[in-house]
């Protein structure tokens, strides 16, 4: 090989390739709107985006795949776990994961810090990123499905999406606080209690880790129902 | 030995950069720790894992920049054959660098981070670092304009110097959009490590390999032109293989996947050509260590960066493999093989020149980097079978997060132990650097 074609190699190379991406580039960003719902960034997005970058969370969490491997992927959190779960877990991390083989540090976020947070994870959620992470598909899938009414819904997709985002049951669900059948067999709650139980934890067991639920009186019943019936 | 007085201030930067290598690893350790026991809730609240790994990530930025910098202070009078335009900007640059540094690493402690991943480093203290990077690229063009030589590995230096700066400035501003926050943010990182950082270092390499075998530099250039030209080929759309999964156009998978298949080509080359070189050498070999560090930096980027990289980077592979420990397995490898090795080669280029020395007792620095290697061979090895476990349970078995992150625990603590082994070897190589000293000449 002669000097002037290892420069041509070298020329044709790069400029190819860096006309090639800044087409690509270009293209990315006129088809933005359709891929991440660019109208859907409200002034609470940003800020919930500030907050995450605030905390750091992004090193112990990915996002969209990338960050610390530490922590859950938060891509689809708000399907796994839904607002009220993740406004109590930022705020409270030591009494939820006081069991747990991971901690998450007590960072001092404000009620109002988490609700930016949560309706910046909302958008994030919805970005069409070819259902990636693969893990989450199912919270997804469950949660759109519990937006419907709760008696048409799969009562186990009900659960998931409801439960699963802690909890498992029937080898389904994360199982960081537990098997519902394990759960539910080891207390002795009758129907009614269950049902106070879901909706205000510290209430009726003081010292409990779980998040007070924001179910409806409806779909609360169903679960406490699934859950007995797993006994 | 050296040639030109204004050479001496790459070995600051050198001597500094040889002292966060080992912190970088410490912090390495300490994150291993925190996945292989449960930490008590009061110690996570005060130093928690993601500050660990902020200051583990941009301790290796730093220092690999540091010896950048220091390797290009190095070889730029002897490739202008001039002093360097000025020491003095030098001395500023590096102070505004270190300053900087060590502002960033107390804020990480304290809270002030700019939360990004790799690009933690708070607004204030990145323009500080954006003058330093202006004082660095006015003082390598201006020593390049006033020389009355020209050479392909001046041209290369400025240009990645200079491609390195630019891309730093794309991480520096809030995007309100995440999507477009992480297309942007793989401009820096990866153009930075399959572009402007791969510019720099083949020239730094170039010069060391032209001037430890005697090969004739239209050979070395030519290579120099063909290699970096097929890096910049296949990196500039290979970006791609890390949009996959952000909310982007389908033909990403496309333009990504086969570009970045195409990546382990150049490594390829360079492992040839390298081994050609050395094998073709003129000149007597005074010090086997360095041979061993520039075959082996070839290798291990190869099979790092390159046979990693290409199974990790094909997307049906990569849709199981992403953000996993597996990427961590693969980021370890690459970084390790393709810089880190690079930087300690232009070390023993260069630190035994400042002493005079010409031939050095090397017995240490041997044992430091067959050490490192094992170990960091074995270490990938046990990322790999806790990323294999966690991708397999979890994605693809589909069971749950706790029962896919707990079998973490046995394996990280494996991992610390391969972890001190290789903080052994660091401190072997960082001690050998350090102190050497004249070979014992056999009676």
Not at chain 2, 393 to 419: C, N, P, Q, V
Request: net charge neutral; proline share 4%; hydrophobic share 50%.
């Amino acid at each position: 090989m002669t000097s002037g074609s290892a420069k041509t190699i070298f020329w044709v190379g790069t400029l190819s390739s860096a006309l090639i991406f800044i087409a690509l580039t270009v293209d990315f960003h006129r088809r933005e709107p359709e891929f991440a719902h660019t109208d859907k960034i409200t002034d609470q997005v940003v800020k919930g985006k500030k907050v995450w970058h605030k905390y750091n969370c992004n090193d112990c969490h990915t996002i969209l795949g990338f960050g610390g491997y530490y922590a859950p992927d938060m891509t689809k959190a708000y399907y796994r776990l839904g607002e009220g779960n993740i406004i109590h877990v930022v705020m409270n991390p030591e009494k939820v994961y006081k069991d747990s083989f991971r901690k998450m540090p007590k960072l001092g976020v404000t009620a109002e810090e988490a609700k930016d947070l949560v309706a910046f994870l909302k958008w994030t959620a919805e970005i069409e990123n070819r259902k990636w992470p693969p893990q989450d598909e199912k919270y997804v899938k469950a949660a759109r499905a519990k937006e419907a009414q709760a008696r048409e819904v799969p009562r186990t997709d009900l659960v998931l999406a409801s439960c699963g985002g802690c909890h498992s049951f029937e080898n389904r669900g994360r199982d960081v606080a537990g098997d519902l059948a394990d759960l539910a067999r080891s207390n002795t709650f009758d129907r009614e209690t269950m049902i106070r139980f879901m909706l205000d934890p510290a209430a009726v067991s003081p010292g409990s880790g779980m998040p007070p639920q924001q179910l409806s009186r409806e779909k609360a019943e169903l679960i406490a129902d699934f859950v007995i019936g797993l006994r | 030995m050296i040639k030109y007085e204004s050479q001496k201030v790459a070995l600051h930067y050198i001597r500094l950069s040889l002292l966060l290598f080992p912190l970088q690893v410490v912090m390495g350790l300490w994150l291993a720790v925190n996945y292989g026991f449960t930490l008590p809730q009061a110690l996570v609240d005060v130093f928690s894992f993601a500050t660990a790994r902020a200051l583990h990530t941009n301790l290796l930025v730093a220092w690999l920049l540091l010896g950048f910098m220091g390797g290009t202070y190095f070889i730029l009078p002897e490739e202008c054959e001039r002093e360097l335009f000025s020491v003095k900007l030098a001395w500023l640059q590096l102070l505004l660098f270190a300053g900087a540094a060590v502002a960033a690493v107390v804020g990480f402690l304290f809270g002030w981070t700019q939360g990004k991943p790799l690009l933690e480093i708070p607004v204030p203290l990145d323009l500080v670092i954006v003058v330093a990077a202006l004082i660095f690229i006015a003082n390598v063009v201006l020593t390049i304009a006033k020389s009355a030589h020209r050479s392909l590995i001046q041209y290369m230096l400025a240009a990645g110097v200079t491609f390195l700066a630019l891309l730093y400035l794309i991480g520096i501003p809030f995007f309100k959009n995440l999507n477009t926050d992480y297309y942007y943010w793989w401009w820096v990182i990866h153009l930075w490590v399959e572009g402007a950082w791969e510019l720099i270092t083949a020239s730094l390499v170039a010069f060391v390999i032209l001037k430890a075998t005697g090969v004739e530099r239209k050979v070395v250039e030519k290579w120099l032109y063909v290699e970096t030209g097929l890096f910049l080929f296949t990196g500039l759309v290979g970006t791609g293989h890390h949009y996959y999964w952000i909310g982007a156009p389908d033909y990403w998978l496309w333009w990504g996947g086969v570009f970045s298949a195409l990546e382990p080509l150049p490594i390829a080359l360079m492992v040839a050509d390298t081994w050609l070189h050395v094998r073709e050498r003129k000149d007597k070999t005074v010090n086997p260590l360095l041979w061993t560090y520039i075959v082996g930096m070839a290798i291990y980027h190869f099979f790092g960066a390159g046979v990693w990289g290409f199974f990790h980077t094909l997307p049906p592979i990569n849709y199981y493999t992403h953000g996993s420990q597996i990427t961590v397995s693969h980021g370890h490898m690459a970084f390790f093989g393709a810089y880190a090795l690079v930087n300690l080669t232009i070390y023993y280029y260069a630190l035994p020149q400042f002493k005079g020395i010409k031939r050095y007792d090397e017995r240490l620095g041997q044992w430091g980097f067959w050490n490192m290697c094992l170990s960091m061979f074995f270490l990938c090895l046990i990322f790999l079978i806790a990323g294999v476990l966690q991708t397999y349970l979890e994605r693809f078995l589909d069971i749950g997060y706790m029962t896919a992150h707990s079998t973490m625990m046995f394996w990280f603590k494996i991992a610390l132990g391969i972890g001190a082994w290789f903080l052994a070897g660091v401190v072997m190589t960082v001690w050998h650097l350090f102190t050497l000293r004249p070979a014992q000449e056999k009676a």
